[in-house]
């Protein structure tokens, strides 16, 4: 008895520390873009960072999986994932991150699962929010809107646009989880996500061409550019992924969801360490309206995963 208990102890805190570095990986790669995006085309730069993360998870995939190439019905998750989960979301993300703090891009961002629980109950007849899901849901949006600060003297500032796109950013991912519930697929999770990666970076490539300022030789070969980008592919892209799969199975899905509720404390340590930034009355309260938007929304599913880890 005492051994299974000091086993089960050592597995939950492996798991705590797991849930913990995954959170420090994803949070701090908010400073890690505000980097980036400094002296780089931030389509573009995105881009890179996926041909670089989808080669490395594609080597992984090979070797670890037992089926690493999509055939058939993958490609329809593959071309939904890499619209929505790579290209969509990564390309407002970036352009957003040259106007708000790294703190206030983690809050917004943890709006995702509040998103994709208005678009499953839009798409989705089965999913309908009841009125206290409703209420969440909106609790959620204002938590937003605390965070952006908007006054009649602020809604063209920079600071404001970039709030709008980081929320556009959590949207096109939350659309994209909801959308791809349909699709079904056997593909393993290592390799649907490769590709997704670099088809996602195929079309953010073809969208920085379409741009204008998104040169290559606008690109600045820095070494903090160099770092940043091999931050963003090879540890919060490669590890961080590496680490979501193994937690995924160990929490499920809902439980995995609130590391997106601990990665902006990582992201305002990160910014404040990384680039001086500090952190506003206003982002902290909107994070604290939107968790709590969070746990309205999904309330009974939060109830069982505690009565389930106990």
Do not use: C
């Given at each position: 008895?005492l051994?299974?208990?000091?086993?089960?102890t050592?597995?939950?805190?492996?798991?705590?520390a797991?849930f913990?570095?995954l959170?420090a990986l994803?949070?701090?790669?908010?400073a890690?873009?505000?980097?980036?995006?400094a002296?780089?085309p931030?389509?573009?730069?995105?881009?890179?960072?996926?041909?670089?993360a989808?080669?490395?998870?594609?080597?992984?995939?090979?070797?670890?999986?037992?089926?690493?190439?999509p055939r058939?019905?993958?490609?329809?998750s593959?071309g939904?994932?890499?619209?929505?989960?790579?290209?969509?979301?990564?390309?407002?993300?970036f352009?957003g991150e040259?106007?708000?703090?790294?703190?206030?891009?983690?809050?917004v961002?943890?709006?995702d699962?509040?998103?994709?629980?208005?678009?499953?109950?839009?798409?989705?007849p089965?999913?309908?929010?009841?009125a206290?899901?409703?209420?969440?849901?909106?609790?959620?949006?204002l938590?937003?809107?605390?965070?952006a600060?908007?006054n009649?003297g602020v809604?063209l500032?920079?600071d404001?646009?970039?709030?709008?796109?980081?929320?556009?950013?959590?949207?096109a991912?939350?659309?994209?989880?909801?959308?791809?519930?349909?699709?079904?697929?056997?593909?393993p999770?290592a390799?649907?996500?490769?590709w997704?990666?670099?088809?996602?970076?195929?079309?953010?490539?073809?969208?920085?061409?379409?741009?204008?300022?998104?040169?290559p030789?606008?690109?600045?070969?820095?070494?903090?550019?160099?770092?940043?980008?091999g931050?963003?592919?090879?540890?919060a892209?490669?590890?961080?992924?590496?680490?979501?799969?193994?937690?995924?199975?160990?929490l499920?899905?809902?439980?995995?969801?609130?590391?997106g509720?601990?990665?902006?404390?990582?992201?305002?340590?990160?910014?404040w360490?990384?680039?001086?930034?500090s952190?506003?009355?206003?982002t902290?309260?909107g994070?604290v309206v939107?968790v709590?938007?969070?746990?309205?929304?999904?309330?009974r599913?939060l109830?069982?995963?505690?009565?389930?880890?106990?």
């Amino acid at each position: 008895m005492l051994r299974h208990r000091v086993r089960v102890t050592v597995s939950r805190t492996r798991t705590v520390a797991a849930f913990l570095l995954l959170a420090a990986l994803w949070g701090s790669s908010f400073a890690a873009i505000r980097v980036g995006v400094a002296d780089a085309p931030p389509v573009l730069f995105a881009a890179l960072r996926f041909y670089l993360a989808g080669a490395a998870m594609l080597a992984y995939a090979a070797v670890t999986q037992p089926r690493w190439r999509p055939r058939g019905e993958d490609w329809r998750s593959v071309g939904v994932g890499a619209a929505l989960f790579v290209a969509a979301h990564h390309a407002f993300l970036f352009v957003g991150e040259q106007y708000v703090t790294s703190a206030v891009a983690g809050v917004v961002i943890g709006l995702d699962p509040l998103l994709a629980a208005g678009f499953a109950a839009l798409l989705l007849p089965e999913e309908r929010l009841s009125a206290v899901g409703v209420a969440g849901l909106l609790l959620g949006l204002l938590g937003t809107a605390v965070v952006a600060n908007p006054n009649s003297g602020v809604l063209l500032e920079a600071d404001f646009r970039g709030v709008v796109l980081v929320f556009l950013a959590a949207a096109a991912f939350a659309l994209g989880a909801v959308l791809t519930r349909r699709l079904r697929t056997d593909l393993p999770a290592a390799s649907m996500q490769a590709w997704m990666m670099l088809v996602g970076a195929l079309l953010l490539h073809a969208v920085s061409l379409a741009l204008p300022g998104e040169s290559p030789a606008a690109m600045a070969w820095t070494t903090e550019t160099l770092l940043a980008l091999g931050y963003l592919a090879f540890v919060a892209g490669g590890v961080g992924y590496l680490l979501y799969f193994d937690l995924l199975d160990r929490l499920g899905p809902v439980e995995i969801n609130l590391v997106g509720y601990v990665a902006p404390v990582f992201a305002a340590l990160s910014g404040w360490v990384v680039l001086g930034e500090s952190v506003a009355g206003s982002t902290v309260a909107g994070f604290v309206v939107i968790v709590a938007g969070f746990a309205l929304v999904k309330r009974r599913a939060l109830a069982d995963a505690l009565r389930n880890s106990r």
